[in-house]
């Protein structure tokens, strides 16, 4: 373990040196680039420092019980030592945890696509449920969030909307969203009371900078159009609303939410960087395992992360097999002990996987 630390703390210092660098401070980029890498390793150099101190105290009392012959200071000095042992162990259970390789992208604010799965109305009815959950959740931790674009079932349902939310650790607190939620209630329209089954899928996307995507003007292909509106003095006389096409991937962004036309194409842009950087960690990912599912799936009924019940009023996540009866305040933003529960397995799975 000290081999490691020894060449995390090396590379501090010399991102350290790096920053310093008067031709680096000129560079905006490459700014970004080291401080970002610098404030990842942080807190490891600081247990480091902290874990040293720890052994350093643990050598000299040892030293000194050498040397010592009176038996109350030897009673003491022995009991110092096994309060500096116990400290050590937690430095180093701490240590093991920060090593544990941290993803790169949970400081980020995120990017997130809801779309109505099997189902029909009832889907899109659900998918607006889903919205609503993740609207009040960022009410209640303090976040911003943004719609991008949207696109309704004319129902009070949505077929789909993408929204941006900004806020402290937002993609390490949402990552675990993604897949398919399941909702199982009755359907207003439903006169024999029987109870449906529909699905609606939630892609969390890591909001890409401009370091960390780049994207060449001739590689994209800009529409403009009308947006749609619901008629009356909504309907807009200027074309304002975007469709960017990234050619080389193929890859399609909208926004028509605001009323100018160079606001809908910066955020058009931001959700094309975000998809084109979500499929880069997605090829990652599938080269470290081919049998890796896709976030999301196919949007069927039976691949589901998390089961909305209705009729009993229970909510269930599939993956840490956390049920609570609180289906009401969860679906009003009350979601942080789901949130909780996943980053603790994910946590605890990439320890196993560190320590194997």
Not at 131 to 157: C, F, H, K, P
Not at 254 to 279: F, G, M, P, Y
Request: a negative charge; charged letters at 30%.
């Amino acid at each position: 373990m000290l081999e490691r630390l020894s060449s995390v703390e090396e590379k501090y210092e010399e991102l350290n040196k790096l920053l310093a660098d008067p031709e680096v401070v000129t560079d905006h980029t490459k700014v970004q680039q080291y401080a970002k890498e610098q404030s990842v390793m942080r807190e490891v150099v600081e247990l480091a420092r902290e874990y040293r101190e720890v052994i350093k105290e643990i050598s000299d009392l040892r030293d000194m019980l050498r040397s010592e012959s009176d038996p109350e200071i030897l009673s003491l000095a022995k009991d110092e030592q096994l309060t500096l042992e116990e400290k050590q162990q937690k430095a180093e259970e701490r240590l093991r945890k920060a090593l544990v390789p941290k993803d790169p992208n949970d400081h980020k604010n995120v990017i997130i696509e809801i779309r109505a799965g099997t189902g029909g109305e009832e889907a899109g009815l659900f998918a607006s449920n889903l919205y609503r959950m993740y609207s009040r959740l960022a009410q209640r931790l303090d976040w911003n969030l943004e719609i991008i674009n949207s696109n309704s079932t004319g129902v009070g349902g949505l077929k789909e909307i993408t929204f941006q939310v900004r806020g402290d650790q937002a993609y390490s607190k949402l990552k675990h969203e993604s897949g398919v939620h399941r909702v199982q209630r009755v359907p207003t329209t439903e006169s024999s009371g029987r109870i449906h089954t529909s699905a609606a899928t939630v892609a969390v996307l890591p909001e890409a900078e401009e370091v960390d995507v780049e994207i060449k003007q001739e590689d994209l292909q800009i529409d403009i159009y009308h947006a749609s509106g619901h008629g009356g003095q909504n309907v807009q006389k200027v074309a304002t609303a975007v469709r960017m096409t990234h050619i080389p991937s193929g890859l399609v962004t909208t926004c028509q939410d605001e009323r100018s036309q160079h606001k809908n194409k910066e955020k058009a842009l931001a959700v094309l960087r975000s998809r084109i950087l979500a499929a880069e960690i997605e090829k990652q990912q599938q080269e470290i395992s081919d049998n890796r599912r896709s976030q999301i799936g196919s949007g069927d009924r039976s691949e589901r992360v998390r089961t909305y019940n209705f009729p009993q009023g229970w909510i269930t996540d599939h993956r840490v097999g956390l049920t609570s009866y609180n289906l009401e305040q969860v679906l009003d933003g009350d979601l942080m002990e789901f949130i909780e529960a996943l980053v603790q397995e994910d946590q605890a799975r990439k320890l196993k996987n560190a320590s194997l």
